[in-house]
């Protein structure tokens, strides 16, 4: 394998259509994701830390390097992965602003966790010691090898952003990943892991320490998954995705966050080994889910009882699942095959994601969380208790913890590292797939220095300015993502003319000189959508967009109204744009009371006269207290 280039970025494949650029080659300085970064640095993460101290998780450490574990353990069974995903959140965080309080914290775990580490490198304060069950004894539930995955993951944003670094944390990782490789290589126990994410995580650790061990390791993962290996639940082996080969399958299927990290595996694993066949089936699941079994805002999931995937077109806005570490999940896959193939449907489905799953998830100020991310809630949500975890995934207003808190964890590391997957480069240049108010400043490997400063308001204001900040008497390529949504009405100007552009990427060639600028004019006028027919649930229903961002109505802007559900939008009349907020018209709507719910002839209702609504973007739904909510329209 040859050697990775020193890119502080989450994923660093061999070879592909685009190259990533990290924390040091792109800046975020302001706008949207700027502010989000902010609060999650400024408040996330200390919520988050004192959440695992509070409720004992880091200190399960303490208690099993003392030998103190048997009785004393607390949190679920893949409570160590919230710890090391903090730590991971942490390392980008320290990568991206240097902060030395942040790095002191970071130590200070770090020599907890290693204290507990036992000498074949095993790793994990479950399972395998005095009272404990033994190690590797429940693959199906336990997420021992789940935890090591994330475990690896906080080494490479670590090795990655602080190479060098003596915290031990990489050499722990690395006695980890040697441990896994002797229980479960070739002539090792011949299983997986219940819960996908090891994959990813050993071939980012080969690209890290430029050992194959770890990539042939994953790739046995990879192919041992589908043949049964995993006992039969009540939700059949299709939850662990364990019913049928990753080659044969053809869809994303059982539980979310599953899938989507065992395709990102696959993917990963598919592009170091060359393997085309593989690497086609995977965007074969990618490409049938997203046209059939996604959501709207990106999100996935429409089954509560297993957190999963529901059939095609089974996607009930109430019943939303859409887990935010499945929209995590789903990034993770989408960046990596468009890291793979450049097409630009990658990163729309990113851009979508974020936007309308990643970014409803944590609250105004970062203190509180969206396990679920329903599109429609019915009833008014009860606050939830500030000193105690919630016992409920699907909470109706955001909790400021969980009993399975992996969603606050996986925002948090998402946000810190999200400029990593702003830009990329290629041989001809520079792609940027996110537009956000920033710098972009890439050295090449023959010593050439590429970089350009992007003003924008996006995404509400749809003007991006690109302007070339180096001098370069080579030609080079700046690429700028048309997204799909913007298929009438976006606009290109360079060199002073001015021509429609279509979705996908708009290319300009060209000796650029200090100074030149490159304007991108993407059509925010808010819109209705309409879904495919065959989506029963909301047929005869419309949603609101404006942009990347999907709105929805909320009760607290309609003064008197008992809940949204009365509401009928009239589509005769566009959607506008009004003192920066998105209006739409509506009636309401009083059905007469019945002892029967079902007629003869359609109930008659009492409409009133039409009222102008303002929406609310998406992802700031439940910031003003209690409220009933809907993204899909009733005409």
Not at 72 to 82: A, Y
Not at 250 to 270: C, F, I, P, S, W
Request: proline share 6%.
């Amino acid at each position: 394998m040859k050697g990775t280039a020193p890119t502080a970025a989450p994923v660093l494949p061999i070879r592909g259509r685009f190259r990533p650029l990290g924390l040091g080659d792109v800046r975020i300085t302001g706008g949207f994701w700027a502010e989000r970064q902010s609060v999650n640095a400024g408040a996330s993460l200390a919520h988050i830390e004192h959440w695992l101290e509070r409720e004992g998780w880091i200190r399960n450490f303490d208690l099993a390097a003392g030998g103190d574990i048997a009785g004393e353990r607390r949190g679920r069974e893949f409570s160590d992965s919230e710890v090391y995903k903090f730590l991971e959140a942490m390392a980008w965080e320290i990568g991206r602003t240097g902060d030395a309080g942040l790095e002191s914290r970071f130590r200070a775990v770090v020599w907890r966790v290693a204290a507990a580490q036992e000498r074949d490198g095993y790793l994990n304060t479950k399972f395998g010691r005095p009272g404990q069950q033994p190690r590797w004894s429940d693959l199906e539930w336990g997420h021992e090898l789940y935890c090591v995955g994330h475990l690896l993951q906080a080494a490479v944003a670590r090795a990655r952003t602080r190479p060098g670094a003596d915290d031990g944390l990489l050499e722990v990782a690395r006695r980890a990943a040697d441990n896994v490789c002797e229980t479960f290589g070739p002539d090792g126990i011949d299983g997986v892991c219940g819960h996908a994410g090891i994959e990813t995580a050993l071939v980012e650790f080969a690209r890290v320490t430029e050992d194959e061990r770890y990539l042939g390791q994953a790739a046995l993962f990879v192919d041992r998954r589908g043949h049964g290996r995993l006992s039969d639940v009540e939700y059949g082996r299709e939850y662990f995705q364990d019913e049928l080969p990753v080659r044969q399958a053809t869809v994303l299927r059982g539980h979310a966050v599953r899938a989507n990290y065992l395709a990102a595996g696959a993917a990963d694993v598919a592009v170091e080994l060359k393997d085309a066949s593989l690497l086609d089936a995977v965007r074969t699941q990618w490409t049938n889910t997203v046209t059939r079994r996604t959501y709207i805002t990106g999100g996935q999931g429409s089954r509560h009882q297993d957190e999963a995937f529901g059939g095609d077109w089974v996607l009930p806005p109430d019943r939303a699942y859409s887990e935010t570490c499945a929209g995590i999940g789903s990034v993770m896959l989408a960046w990596r095959l468009l890291l793979a193939d450049g097409d630009s449907r990658y990163a729309d489905l990113i851009e979508r994601t974020l936007f309308n799953v990643v970014s409803t998830s944590p609250a105004a100020d970062g203190r509180s969380f969206f396990y679920t991310n329903t599109l429609h809630r019915r009833e008014l949500g009860t606050e939830p208790d500030a000193d105690r975890p919630s016992i409920r995934a699907a909470a109706s207003l955001r909790a400021p913890w969980f009993e399975v808190s992996c969603c606050p964890t996986n925002v948090a590391r998402t946000l810190a590292s999200l400029t990593a997957y702003v830009a990329t480069s290629d041989d001809e240049g520079l792609q940027l797939h996110q537009y956000v108010p920033g710098t972009v400043a890439h050295r090449r490997p023959d010593g050439r220095v590429l970089s350009v400063t992007v003003a924008t308001e996006y995404p509400h204001d749809g003007e991006i300015r690109v302007r070339v900040d180096s001098d370069d008497e080579h030609p080079w390529t700046l690429s700028l993502r048309v997204p799909g949504w913007a298929a009438e009405g976006a606009t290109v100007t360079v060199g002073g003319e001015t021509r429609p552009v279509a979705p996908g990427y708009f290319t300009a060639q060209r000796t650029w000189r200090r100074g030149d600028e490159v304007c991108l004019s993407l059509p925010l006028a808010p819109r209705f959508t309409y879904p495919d027919t065959r989506i029963d649930a909301v047929r005869g229903c419309v949603a609101v967009e404006r942009g990347p961002v999907v709105l929805a109505v909320e009760s607290v802007d309609v003064p008197g109204l008992d809940t949204v559900d009365e509401l009928r939008v009239d589509t005769s009349r566009p959607p506008a744009l009004v003192d920066g907020r998105v209006t739409v018209r509506f009636r309401r709507v009083r059905p007469a009371e019945h002892d029967w719910p079902y007629l003869t002839a359609p109930a008659p209702v009492v409409d009133e006269d039409p009222v102008e609504v303002p929406l609310v973007e998406y992802h700031a739904w439940a910031n003003r207290g209690p409220s009933t909510m809907r993204v899909w329209l009733p005409q």
